[in-house]
């Protein structure tokens, strides 16, 4: 059976000699020589990997020229919108953020944390200003409307603040309070507490 031509170095007997694999191909590049299939890929595949680009690039060509060229513009347009269609929406999704990110995050930096979370009033202006309920609730719309898009650990401080607030909500019995009207603005965003922590 015919043998790779290849040499390779034999630690063993610290010297060279011919590989003792069978051929799998035959090269032809000055001359034919026999290559194993592991020598083969050492020396050929990023010759290899060329030819397939070229080849590749050159059937997508063919596919362009018989087919989409001839298609009416409209057509066109919305097929090159389809096939944009994840980038667009990728660049839609970072603007997204990158527009709600810096705001949750000042607002987070002005929280009076402690207050939220070790004490336990009946009164929301104990907790918060009202410039921050207002923001805080504008937030709160922006964090579900774009839950699927915003970093987890950005969720999941909302969430948490959220959940503590509903909790001194109910500790504090606040619905048979004078202070009832002041939670009003948070009431409904309790209620979709599950919702964001499922996401």
Known sequence: MPRCQCEVYDIHVDTYRNCKN?????????????????????????????????????RTRNKIASLFINLPQDLQRKVLFYIRQPLYLCKVYQKISSIIYPKINIFLEDLDHEA???????????????????????????????????????????YNITNTMHINYILCDVENTVYKNEWTCLIRHFNQLKTLKRK
């Open 116 to 158: 939220i979370f070790f004490d336990k009033e009946a009164s929301l202006f104990h907790y918060l200003s009202p410039d921050q309920i207002s923001r805080f609730c504008y937030l709160l719309n922006l964090t579900f409307k774009y839950h699927s898009i915003l970093p987890k650990d950005l969720r999941k401080e909302m």
């Open 22 to 58: 069978s051929e799998k191909f035959t090269i032809y590049i000055n001359k034919p020589v026999k290559y194993c299939h592991r020598h083969a890929i050492i020396h050929i595949q990023k010759y290899a990997i060329i030819i397939q680009k070229h080849y590749k690039a050159y």
